[in-house]
């Protein structure tokens, strides 16, 4: 499958928003998990928000606290960052995989592997 294509980042100052998208025209089977990972230097790369295909349910993780938006059409997932923090710059990956025996979208998206480019957010202190 071709990889996820990610675009939308950019240098924001603290408290501003983004809009990312990533094309995932490859992944459109109603038992796929879609969902945002984030990597900053020296840290392992970590998944914090999900949809599922099936039935629209989302989930974030602890740190978002509201301040994240995951959507998606057919063809493309988006998510919506408001109230940007320093803490947030990272690059910005997205991912499929179906959900199958996994109980959550976290530890079935947790099994991905095949990387797009990314793409940079930085907030400005």
């Known amino acids: 499958q071709a990889r996820p294509v990610e675009s939308g980042g950019g240098s924001v100052p603290t408290g501003g928003s983004l809009r990312l998208s990533c094309d995932v025209s490859?992944?459109?089977?109603?038992?796929?998990?879609r969902g945002w990972f984030r990597q900053s230097p020296g840290k392992e790369r970590e998944g914090f928000a999900e949809?599922?295909?099936?039935?629209?349910t989302t989930s974030y993780a602890d740190f978002v606290q509201g301040r994240f938006t995951i959507s998606q059409d057919e063809n493309t997932l988006f998510l919506q960052l408001n109230n940007l923090k320093p803490e947030d710059s990272a690059a910005y990956y997205c991912?499929?995989?179906?959900?199958?025996?996994?109980?959550?979208?976290?530890?079935?998206?947790?099994?991905?592997?095949?990387w797009g480019q990314g793409t940079q957010v930085t907030v400005l202190s």
């Open positions: 991912g499929a995989a179906f959900k199958g025996v996994w109980g959550t979208c976290r530890a079935a998206l947790a099994t991905f592997r095949n």
């Open positions: 490859e992944y459109t089977r109603s038992d796929y998990c």
């Open positions: 949809v599922y295909l099936r039935d629209g």
